[in-house]
């Protein structure tokens, strides 16, 4: 096993008094002794790139897309500041017929093959603007589930400023899983998420979602800007509010050198209370943060990330007139569509070659390249013009955390992890 841990990405590194080495092209970790250590630095200065473990580089796509997201509407009452869909509409303001709604779900059946089950993902614009059309998918979805066996899950993504009892009793009753858009407290939320015409939405949100926040039925998700860098505080602010957990991601746009140093420090943070909330035995609670839990799930399952995400993989977005994107960010951007409704999903294989992570010189000895996966495509796209170069802040921030999150989990307990990521 030593000769294979001489490569030259290996990340060495030690957490109370015990070594460590994490292999990137296995995204394998193994605890070491101290002449294991002495070896690995002598003879992995004579090591190349070349020596690396070869890995195959993946197949065209061999599986179904078994993830479907809806743009059941390409319209938004709200004016988000980062939006990368042009208020919601995609270069295209409309909202998809019931016809085309159906028509996806039955194309997603169709093709789902043995597959035990798929999923519908409804999004916008804000979806809760085309309810009917939510409304018949779930029945539609639902007969086909009864007809092949194949179960059917439902999520949104929605702002919750158009909830109410009704729509908040169906979505319960047919166990769609809610997702609500809120950037943290009033001031941060508000600055990043008006209402058309200028007004806050925070409080219009928080009076929505209170009912199924206090049972806890809703998750949140946050986008960082320089006007809520401080994260940790916006999660703090969100997870007493009753959502389930809370997930953010920054809109890279609009981030300075600045807004980055304070989300950096605020992740840190948010790593040593992951890490006090383990120690504690609190493993729920530590779960909501679900950024660093992802990400340690990620070093647990000894997986290799071969793309970012499902994009293209197993998911494809259906835009409001049924032309096919890897994701919900790519539509309106025709260099990007995959296919169609009645004429399948030509491009698909060559999206999934080109958006590979071994497909991607710039990441190949990265050690944090099979954890990473290679940057969202959509950001990699907007900031350097291409699917394989990823953002330059987002690079160096997210090896910081995974450096940080080796060693938390590599100071975890047998026990602990077992707690943490129940099989």
């Not at 169906?170 to 998420?193: E, M, T, Y």
């Not at 806890?216 to 809520?228: E, F």
């Not at 699917?387 to 910081?400: K, V």
């Amino acid at each position: 096993m030593l000769d294979q841990l001489v490569q030259p990405d290996t990340r060495l590194f030690a957490v109370e008094g015990r070594d460590f080495a994490y292999l990137p092209a296995r995204n394998a970790l193994f605890e070491i002794d101290a002449e294991d250590r002495i070896a690995i630095e002598a003879a992995r200065g004579n090591a190349r790139p070349a020596d690396a473990i070869p890995v195959p580089a993946p197949a065209a796509p061999a599986r179904p897309v078994l993830s479907l997201t809806l743009m059941v509407v390409q319209e938004c009452n709200l004016a988000c500041l980062y939006c990368y869909g042009g208020e919601g509409e995609y270069k295209n303001r409309g909202r998809m017929s019931v016809e085309t709604a159906l028509a996806s779900v039955d194309h997603l059946f169709d093709r789902a093959g043995n597959a035990p089950e798929v999923s519908i993902t409804f999004f916008g614009g804000e979806p809760l603007l085309n309810w009917p059309v939510v409304e018949a998918v779930v029945g539609h979805a639902r007969a086909r589930e009864a007809e092949t066996g194949i179960r059917v899950g439902f999520s949104m993504t929605c702002n919750g400023t158009l909830l109410d009892a009704a729509k908040s009793d169906f979505l319960v009753a047919n166990r769609v899983s809610v997702l609500i858009s809120i950037d943290g407290d009033a001031a941060a939320h508000d600055g990043n998420r008006p209402q058309k015409g200028g007004r806050g939405s925070h409080a219009q949100i928080v009076s929505k979602t209170e009912p199924l926040r206090n049972a806890r039925k809703l998750s949140a998700r946050a986008t960082v800007t320089p006007n809520n860098a401080a994260i940790d505080r916006q999660v703090d602010h969100l997870l007493k509010l009753g959502f389930r957990g809370v997930a953010f991601s920054p809109a890279l746009d609009m981030m300075t050198p600045e807004a980055f140093a304070e989300l950096d420090a605020a992740y840190d943070r948010l790593i040593d209370r992951f890490a006090g909330l383990v120690e504690a035995g609190q493993f729920a609670q530590a779960a909501r943060l679900r950024n660093i839990y992802a990400l340690l799930e990620r070093i647990h399952s000894g997986r290799r990330k071969t793309h970012f995400c499902g994009a293209g993989t197993n998911m494809m977005a259906v835009d409001k007139d049924g032309e096919f994107y890897p994701c919900h960010r790519f539509v309106g951007d025709k260099r990007f569509v995959l296919g169609g409704l009645g004429r399948g999903e030509e491009k698909r294989a060559a999206f999934i070659a080109e958006s590979a992570i071994d497909a991607r010189d710039h990441c190949g000895q990265c050690w944090a390249r099979n954890l990473c996966g290679g940057g969202c495509h959509h950001e990699n796209v907007a900031s350097n013009g291409t699917l394989a170069l990823p953002n330059a802040d987002y690079c160096r921030s997210t090896r910081s955390q995974l450096d940080r999150l080796l060693k938390v989990y590599a100071a975890m307990t047998p026990a602990q992890r077992e707690d943490l990521f129940p099989a």
